[in-house]
């Protein structure tokens, strides 16, 4: 089995901010809930050293779908599957309406 290198959050970031199609959704963050979801996911999922192989064998799914989570122009996020991540990491999901 291939091994993959963990590439940090940071890392990740400044390489995808070189597309352009990525750049203009990230720079919507703010006002996009399911961006900013997007990008909370894969925060965690490396300050955890995982890979999405790893996140979707504690979640119990595919690393497809941890990818399409991931995605910042996927919208079909559920509460059940955001509570299935955040606990597979011991964490919570809090909503808040600013």
Not at 32 to 37: A, M
Not at 74 to 95: E, N, P, Q, W
């Amino acid at each position: 089995m291939k091994s993959k290198t963990m590439v940090d959050f940071d890392q990740w970031l400044v390489r995808r901010l070189k597309s352009k199609k990525f750049k203009a959704a990230y720079e919507q963050a703010d006002e996009d809930p399911y961006i900013n979801v997007a990008l909370q996911i894969i925060r965690l999922r490396e300050e955890n050293h995982l890979t999405q192989a790893q996140l979707a064998k504690r979640v119990k799914t595919s690393q497809q779908a941890i990818a399409r989570m991931e995605s910042l122009s996927y919208r079909g996020l559920t509460m059940d599957s955001l509570d299935r991540i955040a606990r597979a990491m011991h964490k919570r999901v809090v909503i808040q309406f600013v």
